[in-house]
């Protein structure tokens, strides 16, 4: 390395090498002693530390030549042209631009740089134009200040873009091609960016950005991470990004978190927005993500939408807060992976429409106004536990594959339900309803918890409930809890006047206390054994009328039967005395046949048969009787109907047993009375 001076007007060069002197002096335009002879054109020219561009006549411009850089002051009076031009490593393998200043814009459209373009801490107060240019490597520009327009549009750089920590106007990267990284971490936007089919090969590093003006990103390809971390966005960022024709819709069954290497996508990579800041709104429109996207602790006004997007990893959106905004909505999008906007913080409704959730979504501790949900398909689990709802919650047309968790939910404004589907669990437990809390029009296939559960008006059946309470199926079973959950819906079915599914719920809970009981206590195991035959099975806890008439026969088959068993003497005092029945005032059993018919061995009498199977003993008709009479009898008896062609005979105990019977039939049917009564008034 060496210096080089024109011998004509002295104007020197330092730190050239010896294979890249100079043909010619700029300033005078006179060759070297040893080229003067040679008709070759001028090519070479150096930029060094010398202030030699203000020395330049108005409008000249500088083409087709190589061009050295370095630390130079280019404050031309004109506009300074710079087209065409070969931009070669002359001092090592960069170009810089080192604390300079370029007041009129500076175009270089259509350059072919060979080696690392250094912009450091450059001031280009007109505007800086890269057009289809070709970088073979990397554009940094660290520090650098753009108050008009960068443009990059249509230029292939082969490296890096870093303009880190820069001051930039309007930033254009329409059809830009950067294979490397794009980093603009900490960068002041002044004006609009437009990056209209950007392709990135590596990341795009939008950290702590402040974006003064619009943000739009349209068609760009990004293959690896989009970071917009604690950036600032103080009018609407707006991702517009179609699909490539051979993209395909992942399936839902399928769950990898990644495409093939094959399929070209949009974002390949992760998305970072923690802790970015859109003043004036956000919107994703036909955006396809396959890495994650972490959006935690966004802060969002005016409006914040996502339509048309796919997501085929997970999307975190807890902590985010929504202020000055109607609603934030999620339209049409596909969710791949876990969705969470747990601690979500919104002064706006969230409305979801018409999306698939294939995975978990987390509502956990989320503070919204109110939510509408329509045309849902739920795949994964809905955790929802301990959210605040100022207003109303409304799910329509939605299919939850699986559980709903609700649980210690506040809701002050209606929650409805409206044709929805449950095929997993619904839990409802420590969840507070203030207003209408609707689920009469939903199906639950799982089951259903409701401890602690507090609302004011609930519609919900008893078909829905029925064999559905989570503490009374699943196991370890829990019957005080259950017998608590249906108190509380007995009030709520007593609420609609709905006394079929009162009737339901005051059994359910008398039946859970007495299982309790049973449990708490096995030592009353026969008192409780006695409650549930009688009590439960007999009357249904007086709700049951039917189940009466089913005892009363039960109770008259077994009295008929203990009559037909009934011995036919009983000793008293040391004497035998009949213990039969008295038939049209003779008595009669099985005994006093056999007797009959010994007796009359020596009278036999003609072969007949009397009415009702009354047989002929010789002169004398003996009644047989059947087990069926036995049961005519009890009806007779239980009922008061008895019309005295049979009764016990006056010695030994069965007269005691038939007038229990006959104090139990009096007691069962008036009680059949009241709760047949009770149940047609209620109706």
Known sequence: MGDWQCQHCGWSITGVSNDNQPDSCYLCDEKSPDEKNKNKAVTHYAITRNDFLNQLHGGQKIANRYLCIYQTDLSASEQITLESLTITDTFGDTVTLDNCVIVNPLILNGSTFKADVNLVKTHFVNGLQLDNCILDHSLR????????????SGATIAGDVSLRDATLGILSVTATHVQGDLDLSGSTFLEDFSGNSLVVSGNALFERCHFKNEFYLSDASITQDLSFLDA????????????????????????????????????????????????????????????????????CKKRFVIERCIFECGVDLQETRFEEI???????????????????????????????????????????????????????????????????????????????DLQGGFFEGEVE??????????????????????????????????HNTVANVMLITRQQVQRKLASEMCFPRNFERAKHEWEFLMRRFDQRSNYDDLDFAWFKSRQMQRAHAMRKNPLGFVLRSFE?????????????????????????????????????????DGQSYYNGFVLDGREFDRAYQERMRIDALNTPAPDAVCDNGVEFEG?????????????????????????????????????????????????????????????????
């Open 141 to 152: 520009g660290e520090g650098i200040t753009v108050e008009k327009q960068i443009d990059l």
């Open 232 to 299: 600032i966005f103080e009018d609407e960022a707006i991702f517009v990004m179609v699909s490539p024709a051979n993209y395909t819709l992942p399936d839902p069954n399928h769950k990898s978190s990644s495409a093939s290497d094959e399929t070209p996508t949009n974002l390949q990579g992760g998305v970072e927005l923690q802790r970015a800041r859109f003043l004036k709104g956000v919107q994703f429109e036909d955006c396809n993500f396959i890495g994650w996207v972490d959006a935690q602790g966004v802060q």
């Open 326 to 404: 109607e609603q934030v909505s999620l339209r049409g999008s596909r969710f791949f992976g876990y969705v969470n906007l747990s601690r979500m913080d919104s002064a706006g409704m969230l409305r979801v429409s018409d999306c698939g959730f294939y995975e978990t979504l987390i509502l956990r501790y989320a503070k919204l106004p109110a939510i509408v949900w329509n045309n849902l398909e739920l795949a994964g689990n809905v955790l929802a536990s301990y959210m605040t709802i100022q207003s109303n919650l409304w799910w329509s047309d939605c299919i939850f594959l699986r559980d709903v």
């Open 619 to 683: 002169t004398v008709c003996i009644p047989d009787l059947q087990v069926w009479d036995h049961v005519y009898f009890s009806f007779g008896t239980f009922t008061g109907l008895d019309f005295g062609d049979i009764h016990p005979s006056h010695h030994g105990w069965l007269k005691y047993v038939v007038a229990a019977e006959s104090f139990l039939g009096i007691f069962i049917l008036a009680l059949f009375a009241s709760i047949l009564t009770r149940k047609l008034i209620r109706q």
């Open 532 to 572: 549930l035959i009688l009590v439960e099975w007999g009357t249904g806890y007086g709700m049951r009328p039917w189940n009466v008439i089913g005892m009363a026969l039960v109770i008259i088959l077994i009295f008929g039967v203990i009559y037909a068993a009934t011995p036919a003497t009983v000793k008293i």
């Open 417 to 450: 339900f409206r044709e929805d589907k449950i095929e997993g669990d619904l839990n409802l437990s420590d969840a507070h309803f203030v207003g209408r809390f609707d689920l009469a029009s939903t199906q639950i296939q799982g089951f259903l918890y409701l």
